[in-house]
Nanobody, 130 residues
Framework: QVHLVESGGGSVQAGGSLRLSCVVS????????VGWFRQTPGKEREGVAA???????RYTDSVKGRFTVSEDYGENTLYLQMNNLKPGDTAMYYC????????????????????????WGRGTQVTVSS
């Protein structure tokens, strides 16, 4: 059974840092496409960062230079290190995974599309105050 469980969210002041974790069970992230999305009320889910099946790291422009996505195969865990946080980063953050990348190949330009991922966690809230 597939489970994705996020942790590490919280409330910080602008300029602070947080590290999100996503523990995955049910398949190996080493052969999957994995990513982080965020969503605020009334808006669509936005792709923040991802590790494609070919190892390519992908980021949305607004977080480049501030966020770093990584994964630990031994722990089957995905991470998102968030530095220099801004109030505009406030959102619910979700971990997503697509195990079929193992056979279908990397997502490429679709990495930031929510419907490209089959499995999701329940989210962890990040709040950044000015």
């Amino acid at each position: 059974q597939v489970h994705l469980v996020e942790s590490g969210g919280g409330s910080v002041q602008a300029g602070g840092s947080l590290r999100l974790s996503c523990v995955v069970s049910g398949f190996a992230i080493s052969t999957s496409c994995v990513g982080w999305f965020r969503q605020t009320p009334g808006k669509e889910r936005e792709g923040v960062a991802a590790i494609d099946d070919d190892g390519e790291l992908r980021y949305t422009d607004s977080v480049k230079g501030r966020f770093t996505v990584s994964e630990d195969y031994g722990e089957n865990t995905l991470y998102l290190q968030m530095n220099n946080l801004k109030p505009g980063d406030t959102a619910m953050y979700y971990c997503a995974a697509e195990w079929r990348c193992a056979t279908n190949g990397p997502l490429g330009r679709r990495w930031s599309e929510a419907d490209a991922y089959h499995d999701w966690g329940r989210g962890t809230q990040v709040t950044v105050s000015s």
